[in-house]
């Protein structure tokens, strides 16, 4: 047995600094172990006392009569770290920290915290600044959290692993008030040893889990959490995570559109959505898709039918359904033949959606009858039972009406309590049929299952021979001009327009002629790279004009920056393409490539996309054709009304390219952009017209 699986499902329990007090914090792990029915031995170590409860009390870890599988450490910050030596002397799986006073504190926390990995040696830890943990499968609590003062919680197949100790207890409870079993619930907080990923890992094992749900502050091991997410996946374990801190300022825009654009929480939803975790958008979120996943029922497409006996309920759920691109069509003829044999009289409309069973709450038959229609039908994929005020009498005839059809299909069946009555609710869910007091919870909970059922994990390829590196360490460090930035992105195979770099009047009229047609006039630095907001850029001159137009810019550049610009740049002009922006952005998470509609409104209408990048390689072309399918700009790609459509082929080889360039040169490319890339008619290939490129030393 390994030392996680040891932590979860201990033999023994020593709790040091345990208190007799059973109304204080160090007083209750004790409480609660007895309290809830741990089978195990129990060893309180507290030098002050003799005994607590029936339970004999140890001065010291030394004293302890066997080696203990766990331990919870209830001493503060600065004393921790000397029973955690005495635990790992003594050989002990792993010890639980509640302490805080570690790095959330300052550089004297961190102080602490490095003592304390010391101290454990290859001792595992969890925590500090944990509140613990509830193995609810098997009747173990090692927590601290008031939310165990309740008598009964009802256990399932949901694990959770959550960043904070506080939120543990609010889940925990939360669940039991709403009916929703829980098998495993593990506060890691500080995490200075076991992390989010290794939860996840060992649950992926549970036999007692089906569904994993994540309280998440910060990824702290990008790498870890990948591929313990995707293992997750591919067992068909689907993990819901809500992410904290959406609100935060992110990655600073440095000199790209990209900076500004794909900020610490896009990192996030990139990582969910390669590793098939489906993000909670709300903290309730959290529970309610858990709870519809939890039924183990498919949802393999998105026409819902609405049963209802209150007309108000069922256009709410209609409603909020459509909002999100769900379907709700009426019956095909033949379910609602069925459905109109059930019920006579001018009392029902059953040949639309929602489908209106007025008797339902007071003839569970009728109900029956209306659900196996419904679940047999070929035109839905999912039901919503409304709950209304006329089935409060009886409740348990409408949970058993309806859970008595669950075995005739497999397509997910949720409830929707129209009323205030958080106890049928539970009653349903407990029964099989999770129930919501919002209209928006049961399309939250449908969408997650539809993300589940469709998310396909990427195809494990052999590796690839290793390509030839690309020579660049001719180009400077530091900001590129963009003449620079696009020599680099040409040697790694993205196409460039025709471009002439020119100082003079007269240069600038020559490589007119040289370039044919109407050509871009731009200044070249490094420094200045927005350079249409300093008047930097001119379209559509010809060689007649160009030097005179050359003369303005750098006057009113040199007014407006102050800098007059030495060096410009004569550019052919691209036109009858879709402008894209494709660019590169680095945080603790990882590399990512980002996709979307281009120009000067990148950042207004921020339609974007974004990919990491996998460890050590470029992306694919499905992940690259994919990216561009998720635009709101894909239509103008695929020759919306009538336009022609673009050379998606070429988009896809320069999206490749760019980011073979981003995995070969690593941290050496601080940034990099291309904003616009144009997209032509098919055949005609991509042009990267404007370029950003950093190089770090």
Not at 261 to 280: K, N, P, W
Not at 292 to 314: D, E, K, P, Y
Request: proline share 5%.
């Amino acid at each position: 047995m390994d030392a996680i699986s040891r932590l979860l499902k201990p033999r023994s329990v020593a709790v040091i600094g345990a208190s007799a007090d059973a109304t204080k914090t160090a007083g209750r792990p004790v409480s609660y172990l007895v309290k809830h029915g741990f089978q195990g031995d129990i060893y309180p170590v507290n030098p002050k006392a003799e005994r607590i409860g029936e339970l004999r009390c140890y001065p010291d870890v030394a004293s302890l009569p066997a080696v203990p599988d766990v331990a919870i450490v209830l001493l503060g910050a600065e004393r921790a770290h000397l029973a955690v030596h005495d635990l790992a002397a003594r050989g002990c799986a792993a010890a639980i920290v509640l302490a805080s006073g570690y790095t959330e504190t300052g550089e004297e926390g961190a102080r602490r915290q490095r003592q304390l990995i010391e101290a454990a040696g290859s001792m595992r830890l969890l925590g500090p600044n944990t509140i613990g943990l509830v193995n609810l499968t098997d009747n173990i609590v090692l927590s601290a959290t008031g939310a165990l003062e309740m008598e009964h919680f009802p256990v399932g197949s949901i694990g959770v692993v959550s960043q904070s100790g506080g939120i543990l207890g609010a889940l925990l409870s939360r669940a039991a008030a709403r009916g929703i079993g829980l098998s495993k619930l593990v506060s890691t907080s500080n995490e200075v040893d076991l992390e989010l990923a290794d939860f996840i890992d060992h649950l992926v094992d549970d036999e007692a889990t089906r569904v994993i749900a994540l309280y998440v502050e910060t990824v702290r091991n990008p790498e870890k959490f990948r591929a313990a997410a995707l293992r997750a996946a591919r067992a068909g374990k689907p993990i819901v995570a809500f992410k904290i801190g959406r609100s935060e300022a992110g990655a600073q825009a440095a000199v790209s559109h990209t900076g500004a654009l794909a900020g610490a929480d896009r990192m996030y939803d990139a990582l969910f959505r390669q590793t098939g975790v489906i993000r909670a958008q709300t903290f309730s979120d959290l529970l309610d898709i858990p709870a519809a996943l939890a039924t183990g029922r498919v949802l393999r497409n998105n026409r819902v039918a609405i049963l209802t006996s209150t007309g108000g309920a069922g256009t709410l759920v209609s409603d909020s359904l459509g909002v999100s691109g769900f379907e709700t069509p009426a019956p095909d003829a033949e379910t609602a033949a069925a459905l109109r044999a059930l019920q006579t009289g001018d009392h029902a409309a059953l040949d639309r959606n929602p489908i209106d069973v007025t008797l339902a709450g007071l003839r569970p038959d009728l109900l029956r009858g209306a659900i196996k229609a419904v679940l047999a039908s070929p035109s839905y994929d999912a039901l919503v039972v409304i709950v209304g005020s006329s089935s409060l009498a009886m409740p348990e005839l409408m949970a058993g009406a309806i859970q008595d059809c669950l075995p005739l299909s497999d397509k997910p069946v949720l409830a929707y309590v129209s009323p205030h009555a958080p106890e049928v609710g539970a009653l349903l869910t407990r029964r099989g049929v999770p129930a919501f007091a919002a209209a928006e919870s049961c399309t939250a909970a449908l969408g997650g299952m539809l993300q589940a059922s469709r998310w396909k994990a990427p195809v494990e390829k052999e590796q690839a021979p290793q390509a030839a590196a690309v020579p660049a360490g001719d180009f400077p460090t530091g900001s590129l001009d963009e003449a620079q930035a696009k020599q680099l992105f040409a040697r790694f195979g993205v196409p460039c327009a025709r471009e002439v770099v020119v100082q003079t009047a007269a240069e600038a009229e020559q490589a007119a002629r040289e370039l044919g047609g109407r050509v871009v006039l731009k200044i070249l630095s490094g420094e200045i790279t927005h350079k249409s907001d300093v008047g930097g850029v001119a379209v559509g001159l010809t060689a007649e004009h160009v030097g005179a137009r050359l003369a303005e810019m750098a006057a009113q550049v040199e007014a407006r920056a102050g800098v007059r610009p030495q060096r410009f740049l004569v550019q052919e002009m691209v036109a009858g393409g879709t402008e894209l922006i494709l660019g590169l952005h680095r945080d603790a998470l990882g590399t990512a490539v980002l996709l979307g509609m281009g120009g000067v409104t990148a950042e207004l209408f921020k339609d974007t996309t974004m990919r990491l990048l996998p460890l050590g390689g470029p992306l694919s072309r499905e992940e690259a054709l994919s990216m561009a399918h998720e635009l709101k700009t894909w239509p103008l790609l695929d020759g919306f009304r009538g336009r022609p459509k673009a050379d998606v082929e070429a988009l896809v080889d320069t999206i490749v390219a760019f980011s073979a360039m981003a995995a070969q040169l690593g941290d050496r490319l601080a940034e990099a952009e291309i904003n616009p890339v144009f997209v032509l008619p098919q055949g005609q290939g991509v042009r990267a017209a404007d370029g950003v490129a950093v190089l770090a030393r």
